[in-house]
């Protein structure tokens, strides 16, 4: 991983380090769109935090910074908080399962912060927090970032994962498909994942689908050929379980592994073959290190035949990687925005 990514302050942190006499009045859960060191500037300050994240790679780089307090998954640990603050993720959706997951740690009195870019989101900040506040101060308006605070009247009911599940039909596969807030392709197939599945030739052996999401891509390939061995892994503890809920609601589990993985920091051993949609956002900043990652070392984990496929956006220049690893890379289809390669090991 690339330390750099997480080293310098956001605008939205410069922003709360003005406000850390009113944040760190009391030891804060936070949780969000975590993309620096806010934690130790938060634990420098007053009471050190703890960190709730569904992101795997920002979880690895903080253990390794030697942060203890830090949790990882789709939900943090039934242990009371006495204020949270919440970084304002892109989805507006996935703000309001973050406090769906973490407002039932607080009591009433406890303090809620909302804080973001002012183009992310968080100015929806009231609307969000009126299920359980009165009223929503503005506290602060700085680097183009804005910090909310309340005090929670109602209490808020236990987090219950399965109202938060949504679904949709792939006809041709005759799949259902299951979906969490925040995940990728939640509310419909995207058109790159339907251009991939239309291109995919039949498979064997061991297949890891890359960047897994919602579970599209694995599902689609184990209902073709149920003998493969599939592997899942995802950044994001919510496509994650998206995945197994997909998996597990189509009776397609049982030769599924899924898990959290930084690229493919996590994986060993190779495979016949290696299957991405993979992202380039993160965040609202638009983001390639993963994917270019993949395109350089992915070779080292195929076995000799074993192929790599993906899926990206036609201006992005992956065919220059992907040769420079492989020796060649062959476009096997386009559509307005889409183009679908795949490279061979031999």
């Known amino acids: 991983m690339e330390p750099e990514m997480f080293e310098a302050l956001t605008p939205v942190s410069q922003m709360l380090a003005r406000n850390l006499d009113v944040l760190t009045r009391q030891p804060l859960l936070v949780c969000g769109l975590l993309e620096d060191n806010l934690p130790a500037l938060l634990a420098d300050a007053g009471p050190a935090p703890r960190i709730f994240t569904t992101d795997f790679r920002y979880f690895q780089w903080q253990k390794s910074q030697g942060m203890t307090e ?6 943090p640990q039934p242990q009371q908080a006495a204020a949270l603050l919440l970084l304002m993720p892109k989805a507006k959706a996935e703000a309001e399962y973050l406090l769906a997951a973490c ?3 607080l009591a009433v009195g406890g303090q809620v912060f909302i804080a973001g870019d002012n183009k992310g989101g968080v100015k929806s900040a009231p609307k969000l927090l009126a299920p359980y506040c009165d009223l929503v101060n503005k506290l602060d308006s700085a680097r183009r970032a804005s910090l ?3 005090e929670i009247i109602r209490p808020a009911e236990p987090l219950v994962l399965s109202d938060w599940q949504k679904g949709y039909a792939l006809e041709k596969e005759q799949l259902q498909v299951c979906t969490l807030p925040g995940v990728f392709s939640a509310g419909h197939l ?14 064997k052996g061991r297949v890891l689908d890359f960047g897994c999401g919602a579970g599209v891509i694995g599902a689609s390939v184990l209902k073709r050929q149920p003998e493969l061995m599939l592997e899942c892994i995802d950044i994001s503890a919510l496509a994650l379980e998206a995945t197994r809920l997909t998996l597990a609601d189509n009776q397609l589990d049982a030769n599924a592994k ?4 930084d690229g493919l920091s996590q994986v060993s051993g190779t495979f016949n073959h290696i299957i991405a949609n993979p992202p380039f956002h993160a965040g609202l900043k638009t983001f390639y290190h993963t994917t270019e990652t993949l395109l350089t070392s992915a070779r ?3 076995l000799p035949g074993g192929s790599l496929t993906l899926v990206a956006n036609a201006f992005l220049p992956y065919p220059e990687l992907i040769e420079k690893s492989f020796g060649h890379c062959d476009t096997l289809a386009v559509n307005g925005k889409f183009k679908i390669y795949r490279a061979t090991r031999r």
Do not use: C, K, M, V
Not at 70 to 75: A, K, R, S, V
Not at 258 to 261: V, W
């Open 70 to 75: 830090i949790e990882f998954g789709t939900h």
């Open 103 to 105: 407002l039932p740690l």
């Open 148 to 150: 909310y605070q309340a």
């Open 190 to 203: 995207d058109s790159g994942s339907r251009l991939l599945l239309d291109n995919l030739s039949p498979l």
């Open 258 to 261: 899924i898990y959290a993985s």
């Open 300 to 302: 080292d984990y195929l």
